[in-house]
């Protein structure tokens, strides 16, 4: 294992996972709000933001994916080391992070089950930059309407066709968070 | 004149005071220490490690000593404790099959190898006071006892299993789920049925027993075994690759032989019922194989009698005597606000029942 | 100091429940199980609401609980000095500085802004428990969108009393979707549940955590020829002479004489500052001069 997979943790876990959950709540609960997180220092090409995400929500109880350029031996033994969770096959994940382009099928991911919509995956997608503009958003969380670079429409499109099944998407670079859970209708 | 109710705070801490001073009692009377209660009242300190699920006498004795003897609030603060450490990680599944029996009794058998052990019991004392306690005489010259067997003690349900009489349980490879870690998922299944009965309420898997014995859900229950003893606990640690023993601990284990009839695809056998506790818990062994049997029906092709022991959602959702005392007790919390809308609801169909049948109303 | 972690709960934990509190506002109205741990006080005070407040706490953060509008009843009070204890938190009575509120049976009349969270805690989160005691008959129900027993019970209370006769704990419907409980609250505060606040539901002997995000569509169940109504005691409060906030009926004297004053402390007290007054107060005023 290479010493840079040991190092990155947060400095002061209980209060950072604490700061950085507020991020990601806010990013969740009102999409296309773009929010700050920060704290971990992940391996590259890993960003701050989602190795942050990673520190505050995986642990051995949830299988992470890796796909495209994240899936380094470095990553790997990062996850591994600082959370605990095992590194799966997308069906069985519980988080994935990929480009938008490595995560392609989507209909690889689990959506939930009738009767446990939640048993579903949630996409970390790591984008070049993140803009309040490009596609327009509604619902949940939205008070009118919101705007967000989205990397396509139609995938979401169909994704909220699902609904109450279906994906949730963080997106991140650099340090910031934005997100899409199932409910939002997303619209050119 | 109208003063909002204040001063929370001070009410609270001058409560704790004075439970503290209650929990106390007459001072001039000696302060029980926690062996006094680890050693003398043993089988409460039994049932506290039970139900609140950790195994460690003198924490379950403080336990009993702070809450007056109340062993549900004892359970409560266990369990409340409990939460708090760090898994280092899971034991070995236990042998029972090693257990220096204390006591180890059958019903099914005269005789088997290993043989019947009356053990420290109550079975077959006269329940009449002995006045000699409350003089706090000197202690009893020492009860001549055999050392409990060190070699392993074969069960006897597996003597039936040679001759195919009894139903095989299949061993499984799989970790059980724990019910402290995961939320209780409904249909369960049977290492969970067994996890939950093992830390339920003592008097609610006994009455639950008991119903099954007068014909809710009836299935007679002989006790093929019941044992009690000390057993090894081995935990296997990841840097050296094999388990080493990390302590011992006393559990009652029972099984039951129960009837049955046989199906279109079994011929008759017997089946069996099970129960492990922590510490000398045998009413507690005992209740819950009735109640595992009971809870069995489906897997066993029996039919479903309505009985509320073979109801597998109501069982578990009421045995735990933590989360029912809470719900229970909390209902002397203010509920005004809630209270004040029935208020409300009440007076306006009154009302309006007055307007629509004014005649009726006059007539009576 | 304190030996625990920060708020309590230890990382492994807070890491569940934060999981199902995404998931939760992922599925607005949907019941997320999670794996509650037992408390430091009983099931069936709060220990849902503790959970989820101890994961979404910050140490930045401004924390005020109520208990039935009021800051000063005493489990109110031992959750505020809960969190003092073990997460070194600013507490305060004022639901304007407060960044994190958690509830029991209320939402404050001072509406909600979108940088402050809503905690509630539930006793029973499925709204459909009392139509139906099995959970895996209920899972079933809203999996499949089956709704109907409940609209059953409510068209049988107006055939029996000409109105819907449920007054608090009135169930909605979230986004179309799932029927929630929206907890105790009296059904006056149904409305505000379409919020600029995040509102987090914890219900911990149940297991279960639901959420509602900011401006999620809430409706409240009723039928074309019978609305829901919001309704409240025809009074306006005693101290601070509001007309449009819920109202605890208050016994005065052995003769049973009523008054009436607002549940929310901290509304009330804020409205008598600014110089509002009730019918009684002028006379309280009088009583003190």
């Known amino acids: 294992m290479q010493v840079q997979a040991l190092e990155g943790a947060f400095a002061n876990a209980p209060i950072e996972n604490a700061v950085a959950f507020r991020a990601a709540m806010n990013a969740l609960a009102r999409p296309g709000q773009i929010e700050k997180i920060s704290g971990a220092k992940p391996p590259a090409p890993l960003s701050v933001a989602a190795g942050s995400l990673i520190l505050m929500l995986c642990d051995s109880e949830t299988p992470v994916s890796l796909s495209g350029p994240f899936e380094t031996a470095v990553i790997r033994d990062w996850i591994i080391f600082h959370t605990g969770a095992q590194i799966v096959t997308p069906d069985k994940a519980v988080f994935a992070i990929g480009t938008w382009q490595s995560l392609a099928p989507l209909s690889q991911f689990a959506i939930g089950t009738a009767q446990y919509p939640d048993r579903s995956a ?27 670079s989205l990397p396509e429409t139609q995938s979401f499109q169909d994704n909220a066709k699902l609904f109450p099944l279906g994906l949730d998407f963080f997106f991140t670079t650099g340090t910031q968070v934005a997100a899409l859970p199932r409910t939002t209708k997303v619209d050119h | 004149m109208y003063v909002a109710v204040k001063g929370g705070e001070r009410a609270i801490d001058n409560a704790h005071a004075w439970l503290a001073e209650e929990r106390r009692g007459d001072t001039s009377i000696a302060e029980l220490s926690i062996e006094q209660i680890r050693e003398q009242l043993s089988l409460a300190v039994n049932r506290v490690m039970a139900e609140g699920s950790l195994y460690d006498p003198d924490l379950a004795a403080l336990a009993i000593k702070q809450s007056r003897g109340d062993l549900i609030e004892a359970i409560f603060l266990i369990r409340a404790y409990r939460t708090t450490l760090p898994r280092f990680g899971s034991s070995e599944p236990v042998k029972t099959e090693e257990m220096a029996c204390d006591r180890r009794i059958s019903a099914t058998f005269k005789d088997a190898p290993g043989g019947q052990v009356l053990g ?64 209780m998922e409904l249909p369960s299944n049977r290492a969970l049925r067994l996890q939950s009965l093992a830390r339920g309420d003592e008097g609610f898997v006994l009455g639950m027993a008991y119903s099954t014995q007068r014909g809710y859900a009836r299935n007679h229950a002989f006790v093929g075994e019941l044992r009690i003893g000390a057993v090894p606990v081995e935990m296997e640690i990841a840097e050296l690759g094999f388990a080493i023993e990390i302590g011992e601990m006393t559990l009652t284990e029972c099984e039951t032989v129960n009837q049955f009839q046989g199906s279109k695809t079994e011929p008759p056998q017997f089946t069996r019922g099970y129960g492990l506790v922590f510490g000398q818990s045998e009413r507690k062994a005992i209740s819950v194989a009735l109640v595992d049997r009971a809870l069995r029906w489906k897997e066993l092709g029996e039919s479903d009698s309505g009985a ?51 005649m009726q109303e006059a007539a009576e | 100091m304190t030996d625990y972690n920060f708020a309590y709960l230890d990382e492994q934990t807070k890491r ?45 953060d401004t924390l005020k609980v109520i208990d039935q509008g009021a800051d000063d009843t005493t489990n109110a009070v031992s959750i505020r000095k809960f969190f003092e204890v073990t997460a070194g938190v600013t507490t305060t009575e004022n639901t304007t500085e407060a960044s994190v509120i958690q509830t029991r049976h209320r939402i404050p009349e001072a509406e909600l802004r979108d940088d402050q969270i809503l905690v509630y805690q539930v006793p029973i989160p499925e709204p459909l428990r009392f139509l139906e005691p099995r959970e895996t008959e209920t899972r079933k129900m809203h999996a499949l969108e089956e709704y109907g027993l409940m609209h059953v019970k409510l068209y049988e209370d107006i055939s029996q009393h000409g109105a819907i006769a449920t007054s608090y704990a009135y169930p909605v419907k979230v986004e179309g979707r799932y029927v929630m409980d929206p907890s105790p609250i009296p059904k006056f505060d149904n409305p505000k549940l379409e919020m600029s606040a995040i509102q987090l539901f914890g219900a911990g002997r149940e297991q279960r955590i639901y959420a509602l995000p900011p401006y999620t569509k809430v409706e409240s169940l009723d ?32 003769q049973g004489s009523r008054m009436f004053v607002c549940s929310d402390t901290d509304f009330c007290a804020g409205r008598q500052q600014a110089g509002h007054l009730g019918a009684l107060a002028a006379v309280n005023a009088e009583d003190a001069a």
């Open chain 2, 120 to 183: 420290p019991t109550f079975d077959y004392t006269h329940r009449l006071l002995d006045f000699k306690l409350a003089a706090e005489s000197d202690p009893q010259a020492d009860a001549e006892t055999a050392k409990p067997r060190r070699e392993p003690t074969p069960h006897i349900m597996e003597f039936l299993n040679t001759e195919g009489l009894i139903q095989t349980e299949i061993a499984c490879e799989d970790t059980p789920p724990d019910l402290t870690r995961e939320p």
């Open chain 3, 16 to 60: 569940m429940i934060r999981r199902a509190i995404l998931k939760g506002l992922a599925i607005p109205g949907y019941q997320v199980p999670f794996a509650s741990r037992e408390m430091p006080m009983p099931y069936g005070w709060g220990t849902g609401g503790v959970q989820v407040s101890a994961a979404t706490l910050t140490p930045d």
């Open chain 1, 122 to 148: 949630t996409l970390i997608v790591e984008c070049d930059e993140l803009k309040p503009q490009g596609a327009t958003l509604t619902g949940p969380g939205i008070k009118d309407a919101a705007q967000l």
């Open chain 3, 223 to 254: 039928f074309e020829d019978y609305p829901f109504e919001a309704t409240k005691a025809d009074h306006a409060c005693d101290m601070c002479g509001a007309e449009n906030s819920y109202l605890d009926e208050v016994i005065m004297d052995d």
């Open chain 2, 308 to 358: 509320a022991a073979q109801d597998e959602e109501f069982v578990l959702s009421h045995c735990d005597n933590i989360q029912a005392t809470g719900f229970l007790e909390h209902i002397k919390l203010p509920h005004y606000v809630d209270f004040q809308s029935e208020l409300e609801l009440v007076r306006k169909l009154r009302r309006e029942a007055a307007e629509t049948y004014p």
